[in-house]
């Protein structure tokens, strides 16, 4: 018996320990439950169907490895970020998929934590955890990109009830989810940073439509999202009436500095496997002596510990009762940036395999063909890179306009 066929049970909640001890509980825990087939390393990796991957994530709640740092009368654990910081390690020191709702346990989940009401928390959390809820993130627009200052849905309030108009795109993961964390203009659309209002809108909710959008590697994760007359219930507004833009930078500090925090992690697993591929190939492996790729080779190894850095410096700024602020714009430049060059010199490497492919270099390849595309996206989502330099320009160095 798998533990997601197991009744309910809190391996890793329950124990009392820390540190070293607190981190090889995860790693039996994961490594012991984990299907192999899951992994995209295993020559049996078979990406897991949506059911499965439900059934997974609220497995590793059950076991206490998400909603780690929020409060237990909202379905959390009640740990320390230090200890979301170790399952995080250790998660990504696996090869093992991504997260169907990290939106709802990253995004959607802290900032109802933040400005939610206490109705709201109840609600929308546990769900989240024990993934009844997936959310989707609804802030890109065909006309405003990254610059969300510039959006154009529209909500209207006519006493308890808020109507919607208006397009997301480009909004991950909609076509599953029952939730959307969706940003929306009720002022002027000249006021660009007052007048925008957060909701959580039922995606099941006459007049919402979702169209999916076939991107370069097959999938269809991606979507349109379209608001024609939405009616959403005031209980479903997060936060202030027009302080939606404070919340949504909250939001995207968040997903720029501390979501996914096992990124660098899973870099580091990724850059391991591709080293063990290559040696298994005469010609690969002689590749891997050869100056310019080991120059290259070593430059990702910094590349990692920087991001390690990155992650683990926004840690330490937050328990000591920080902010991240437009750091979270360092972070968000440098991971994006990274592991895009690390993708096209995987590709180099691997694209100079002689045939017949050894078993050991098809796997790969066909793990980082993947991680190749996705990586494309990866300066461009949650902000691209322009609107990285142009915080970090504005907000951290200060310099003058134009410049």
Same mark, same amino acid.
């Given at each position: *018996? ?15 320990? /820390? ?35 439900? &059934? ?11 909603? *780690? ?10 740990? /320390? ?13 696996? $090869? *093992? ?19 939610? /009401? ?52 480009? /909004? ?24 925008? &209002? ?62 996914? *925090? ?8 990724? +850059? ?25 080779? $070593? ?43 690390? &993708? ?10 002689? +045939? ?7 796997? $790969? +390849? ?26 970090? $320009? ?10």
């Amino acid at each position: *018996m798998t533990v997601m066929e197991a009744q309910p049970r809190a391996d890793v909640a329950a124990a009392s320990l /820390t540190g070293e001890a607190y981190r090889l509980k995860v790693r039996d825990w994961l490594r012991n439950e984990l299907p192999g087939s899951y992994r995209s390393d295993s020559p049996q990796f078979s990406p897991p169907t949506l059911e499965q991957s439900i &059934a997974w994530e609220a497995a590793m709640h059950r076991a206490g490895l998400s909603g *780690m740092t929020w409060p237990t009368s909202y379905g959390g654990h009640g740990r /320390t970020l230090r200890e979301h910081l170790i399952v995080n390690q250790e998660i990504g020191a696996l $090869a *093992m998929p991504d997260s169907v709702n990290s939106i709802g346990k990253e995004l959607a989940g802290p900032i109802i934590l933040a400005i939610g /009401t206490e109705e709201q928390k109840k609600r929308f959390l546990p769900a989240i955890l024990q993934m009844r809820n997936i959310w989707c993130q609804g802030f890109s627009e065909p006309e405003a990109g990254s610059d969300l200052a510039g959006l154009r849905t529209r909500a209207v309030r006519h006493g308890d009830i808020w109507r919607i108009n208006g397009q997301k795109i480009w /909004t991950s993961g909609a076509a599953r989810s029952q939730r959307c964390l969706l940003l929306a203009r009720t002022g002027p659309v000249e006021d660009r940073h007052r007048g925008l &209002a957060l909701f959580a809108v039922p995606l099941d909710a006459p007049g919402v439509r979702v169209r999916t959008i076939k991107s370069i590697d097959g999938k269809e994760s991606f979507c349109e999202v379209f608001f024609d007359d939405v009616e959403v219930a005031q209980l479903d507004a997060l936060g202030a009436p027009d302080e939606g833009w404070a919340a949504a930078i909250r939001v995207l500090e968040i997903e720029r500095a501390t979501n996914r *925090m096992y990124r660098a992690w899973r870099f580091e697993n990724e +850059l391991r496997h591709l080293i063990s591929a290559c040696k298994t190939d005469t010609v690969l492996a002689g590749l891997l002596a050869d100056s310019h790729y080991a120059v290259r080779l $070593a430059e990702t190894v910094v590349d990692i510990e920087v991001l390690k850095a990155h992650v683990e410096t926004a840690v330490d700024v937050l328990v000591n009762g920080g902010s991240i602020g437009a750091r979270g714009s360092l972070a968000k430049l440098h991971w994006s940036e990274a592991h895009q060059r690390f &993708a096209m010199l995987a590709m180099e490497l691997l694209s100079k395999a002689p +045939l017949p492919l050894a078993p050991s270099v098809k796997v $790969a +390849l066909r793990r980082f063909e993947g991680i190749y595309l996705a990586s494309r996206a990866e300066t461009i989502y949650a902000g691209t890179t322009e609107i990285q330099l142009g915080i970090i $320009a504005d907000r951290i160095l200060a310099l003058s306009k134009g410049r």
